[in-house]
């Protein structure tokens, strides 16, 4: 027996007019990306931002995998081809990789490492949502890629599935917290540990939370209501995950210096 794959829109052609202004905004990120890092490591904080941009690069190995489970097709015919393994994926997504899951890494654990509420963290990964919608639907509309399957996705908005704003999300914050838990794993020349950590969080977390649309999305004769099931599952277990993560590095926000005690007073001499 066969895999259960829906047929992919083969037909559609790379846009070249969009294509060569994405790539030309992504490589704009990534050399802004690459000076702030720098200057993170002149102002002496290390080279993990560097690192970690760099591991955000490496990341990019998971985008075929992940097209391969959640039905995302990037057409074919005229790709500038970043790599090439379950199916070729193009080069401005390397971009978004390098920055969002790298550097994006390595903001969040430095807000771990200065100290922010529960609260804050929603607020960045609300931030972190926008972004990733201002980013995809220009580039879904522009017709760069397509989310595709037996049915219309769960959630779906202007092409995107909600969904995915739940996996993107959650790989940069358990990467940071991560950091944040075992320094020692990552302190001197074991910071190099740090390249696969964009890779491994990203592919961890989507996992993790992705797999009951993964299933879904693959079963030909599910019922509708089935697929929002599994939808709606993803999401809660994505957002349960992220808030608890957010709960973690709110704990570790470094706390008050205390007061110094009173220095007592000297007892008088007694006097014979």
């Avoid at 949502?129 to 220009?138: H, K, N, S």
């Amino acid at each position: 027996m066969g895999f259960n794959f829906p047929r992919p829109p083969s037909q559609l052609t790379f846009p070249q007019t969009a294509q060569h202004i994405a790539n030309g905004a992504m490589a704009a990120l990534v050399i802004l990306a690459l000076i702030y890092s720098i200057y993170e490591w002149r102002a002496g904080r290390g080279p993990l931002a560097l690192i970690l941009l760099a591991g955000g690069a490496i990341s990019y190995l998971n985008e075929p995998m992940l097209d391969v489970l959640g039905l995302l097709w990037h057409p074919r015919p005229g790709q500038d081809i970043a790599i090439d393994t379950l199916g070729p994926v193009p080069m401005w997504g390397l971009g978004i990789y390098t920055v969002f899951f790298g550097t994006g890494t390595y903001l969040l654990y430095r807000a771990i490492t200065i100290g922010m509420t529960r609260r804050a963290f929603w607020i960045g990964i609300a931030i972190l949502f926008v972004v990733d919608m201002a980013v995809e639907l220009p580039l879904i509309g522009a017709g760069l890629y397509k989310y595709y399957g037996f049915r219309t996705p769960p959630f779906d908005v202007g092409g995107l599935p909600m969904y995915w704003l739940f996996m993107n999300a959650g790989a940069p914050l358990l990467g940071a917290c991560t950091l944040a838990a075992a320094p020692r794993v990552f302190a001197g020349v074991h910071v190099l540990r740090a390249l696969a950590l964009p890779m491994m969080m990203f592919a961890g977390f989507s996992l993790a939370t992705g797999w009951p649309i993964f299933t879904a999305l693959h079963m030909r004769t599910l019922p509708a209501w089935l697929e929002w099931g599994a939808a709606l599952l993803t999401v809660a277990i994505g957002a349960t995950a992220i808030h608890e993560l957010a709960g973690w590095a709110q704990q570790q926000a470094p706390g008050p210096a205390p007061e110094p005690l009173d220095e007592p007073e000297p007892v008088p001499a007694a006097v014979n």
